[in-house]
């Protein structure tokens, strides 16, 4: 991928996506078709899920993702990593017309060196599917076309963490917190940007292997923006939450 900095257009007139809600592995999944691009969202908020409920999900996960799944150390990342493959495997299986438990793991080509650690795929179908866990809620999307999704807590101390992002959005950030800045907090400022551009880097495949410095995807309240191909929306999650989807053009 080129190093090279780019620059999202804000579309003021676009819509935050509002996810469907996935409150149980019972069952069928709400539709897709949020929007065009056969575009699914779903928002499952940890809390609700019951013992019971991750039990079926839990039984759905392959080897790798059990093994995967006893390296949290806290149990709380544990659990919301188990809910988010159950749920990936929930829809995607019905998108795909696969039961859960035999969707097929498995991983898009890294479009910075080739290696399998892209964009997570199903083997066997052509579904594009992403998904995000951050403590107490988690966000899966599936599609016809790349797609990514990032959802994020608000940080308790942005400023600190602002560094990481675009020289603008750190500037807009440190505003914010100085007060010179309307608009949003600081937090939430943070997190729009960074869940921006996690899930475009998500849709692209080559996640933090891009350095998030390169891309302005903004701080600001427009809830839609384009770059370099990429439809990227913000999505609608609890208060305390951020989250952004992109999808391929
Ligand atoms: C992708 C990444 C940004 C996720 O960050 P995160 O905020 O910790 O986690 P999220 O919950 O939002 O997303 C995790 C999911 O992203 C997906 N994912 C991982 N790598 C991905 C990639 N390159 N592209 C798209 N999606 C990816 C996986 O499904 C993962 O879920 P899992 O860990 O439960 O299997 C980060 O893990 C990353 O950048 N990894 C690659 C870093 C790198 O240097 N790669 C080498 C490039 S040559």
């Known amino acids: 991928m080129s190093r090279e900095t780019s620059e999202a257009v804000p579309d003021r007139s676009a819509i935050a996506i509002v996810p469907?809600?996935?409150?149980?592995?019972?069952?069928?999944?709400?539709?897709?078709?949020?929007?065009?691009?056969?575009l699914g969202v779903w928002l499952i908020d940890t809390a609700r899920v019951a013992d019971?409920?991750?039990?079926?999900?839990?039984?759905?996960?392959?080897?790798?993702e059990r093994q995967q799944a006893s390296k949290y150390v806290r149990a709380e990342l544990r659990r919301a990593y188990e809910i988010a493959h159950a749920a990936a495997r929930l829809v995607v299986g019905a998108s795909t017309d696969t039961p859960p438990e035999k969707v097929v793991w498995g991983r898009h080509a890294c479009p910075g060196c080739g290696e399998p650690?892209?964009?997570?795929?199903?083997?066997?179908?052509?579904?594009?599917?992403?998904?995000?866990?951050?403590?107490?809620?988690?966000?899966?999307?599936?599609?016809?076309?790349?797609?990514?999704?990032?959802?994020?807590?608000?940080?308790?101390?942005?400023?600190?963490?602002a560094?990481?992002?675009?020289?603008?959005?750190?500037?807009?950030?440190?505003?914010?917190a100085r007060g010179t800045l309307d608009?949003?907090?600081?937090?939430?400022?943070?997190?729009?940007?960074?869940?921006?551009?996690?899930?475009?880097?998500?849709?692209?495949?080559?996640?933090?292997g891009r350095?998030?410095?390169?891309?302005?995807?903004?701080?600001?309240?427009?809830?839609?923006?384009t770059l370099d191909g990429w439809v990227l929306n913000d999505v609608v999650v609890p208060e305390g939450y951020g989250a952004a989807l992109a999808l391929h053009n």
């Open 20 to 38: 469907a809600t996935l409150a149980s592995f019972l069952g069928e999944p709400h539709p897709r078709e949020v929007t065009g691009a056969g």
């Open 117 to 161: 650690h892209g964009r997570p795929r199903a083997e066997g179908t052509a579904i594009e599917f992403s998904l995000s866990h951050t403590p107490g809620q988690i966000l899966v999307a599936v599609a016809d076309v790349p797609v990514g999704v990032d959802v994020e807590i608000h940080p308790d101390d942005p400023t600190a963490l």
């Open 52 to 64: 019971h409920e991750l039990e079926i999900g839990r039984s759905w996960l392959d080897e790798a």
């Open 163 to 176: 560094g990481v992002l675009h020289p603008q959005e750190t500037a807009e950030i440190e505003a914010a």
């Open 183 to 208: 608009g949003g907090r600081a937090a939430v400022r943070f997190t729009r940007a960074w869940s921006r551009t996690e899930a475009y880097l998500k849709g692209i495949g080559i996640g933090l």
């Open 211 to 225: 350095d998030p410095h390169l891309d302005y995807l903004g701080t600001d309240d427009a809830p839609g923006r």
